[in-house]
């Protein structure tokens, strides 16, 4: 059984642990009821149900004539139709399905009138899309950001003033500034000049979502870089003396023994580092990018269920660090078995 | 095979320690030299010395005629044909027993994975411990975990052998297993230099013992005349403790 830390013996009786078990629930649902009946009374209507076509949803669509003509041919393509119309702005012809129009050949048409109205295919809805650019930079930021951390984190326990220092340098000018004032940097004042530079050379100029990856690896391999030190440090100078003594260099003794070692100290730390980043990656709104904070501001412009949206937002950045920090602890169980 | 000319090295911290004061020694191939001498006396440092674990302020070693402290020399390669054994073993504990024998002969010698495998196996064989190789470290007792780390040295066919008190931190019942491996080494005219408080093992295989103190070395000689008639009476004193 697992050992408790308090050595005193609390709630041996069942029934009050199952007393306690219950407590528990009846405050959740008073907190969750208090806010409830309090939104209720300053009169917000609560529209769950509008949530879900914020994860996918049907387009309304509607064409409209563009000119003066009239209906060329109606003639079905597999199980849609084809509706061909020649006006004076040119014959076009709109592939859309049964029902959705009331035209027969040779009816006349004139601008603005609607060739038909229906529902268009599935497409994913605004939230999930930021959804997806979260986890897109989060991912490709977390591969940077532990590049980073690992050759600076060697670097900095390395004896070499060039190596050293540049990491110390590296790690304090990153960690003395809010991420926000370097996003703005790498946004602003790095993507500036180097889009112009870019543009100069012919080169189309780089995404907003590249700054932010940027901006987010080089800051979190600045925190990484430390946790990857005293990962090193957490090592018994012993080994690096076997491995250096057999004849290796620096680099094979780093990577071959003392890192996969110091993994194991590693990982925890790190793992926390990327539940901040994926937390962090909110401030790249600023940036004009659309990840998940700024799609669901966006949602709440058009809908105005501010407290819906907002909500699923948290629920949503949750449900990805929760699922993070779950399989860290299972890598955490794989590498502490020995 | 090894000269080592005038050197000097001194710790300042924690607070200055001169380790070593101008020792000098020539170590013959095939030699068996035992160091010993009390605690604190430099031991470790001159071994250390001897593949550049520590570097000396003062003086020059030269390990077949290459100077080790030159920092043009390439050390891993000078290294490469050392094995050192260590007090506390130092195995990788991230490694098979099979993994902690080839790894070095992977990343240093660059031997293909059948050609490390059957030299694993046969030092394992031979330090008595074939039946572990796929064991981990932390399975291990003390004394297999040093036959081990004998055979990771081995692997490297080093034509020299350091070992820094392999016994010392063994249990009473393990140091003979382990000083057996090390006398068949010996036998086979291995060049060893060994620091070790085990003076039967100094007296069977010992070409030449040397007795150090703060830092110098304060006599050598064969294990006969050293043990039956020491010179100086700090040796005296020492055998006098010790024996
Ligand atoms: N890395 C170091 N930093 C500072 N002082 C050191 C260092 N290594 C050794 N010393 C000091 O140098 C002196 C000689 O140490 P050394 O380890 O060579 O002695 P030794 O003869 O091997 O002793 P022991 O039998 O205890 O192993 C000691 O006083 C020790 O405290
Ligand atoms: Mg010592």
New binding site residues.
Partial sequence: MKQNISNIKRLSNPFAYVLSVCGFFVLLFMVIGSVYYATVAVDYHWRWFKVPQYFMYQPDITLYSEGFGEIESVSPNKDKFDVTVTTDAGERTYTVPKGSFDWTEGDLVSPGDMIATYEGDWQPGILAKGMWVTLKISFISTIFGILLGIIGGVARVSDTPVLKWSSITYVEIIRGSPLLVQIMIFYFVLGTTMNKILLMNGIPKLDPEWYGIMALSVFTGAYVVEIVRAGIESIHPGQVEAARSSGMTYFQCMFHIILPQALRTILPPLAGQFINLIKDSSLLGMISIRELTKATREGITTSLQTFELWIVCAILYLMMTFTLSMCVQYLERRTATR | MIDVKHIYKT????HE?K?LVDVSNTIEAGEVVVVI????????????CLNRL?TADHGQILVDGVDIFDPKTNINKVRAEMGMVF?SFNLYPHLSVMGNVTMAQKLVRNRPKKERDEKALMLLEKVGIANKAKAWPSNLSGGQQQRVAIARALAMDPKIMLF??PTSALDPEMIGEVLEVMKTLAKEGMTMVC?THEMGFAREVGDRVIF?DE?MIVEEGTPEHFFKNPTHDRTKLFLKQIL
Avoid at chain 2, 11 to 14: E, G, L, R, S, T
Avoid at chain 2, 37 to 48: A, N, V, Y
Wanted: aromatic share 12%.
């Fill in positions: 710790f300042y911290v924690p320690v380790a001498g009390p605690s604190g006396s430099g031991k470790s440092t001159f071994l250390r520590e007090q820094d008190e620091v150090m830092g």
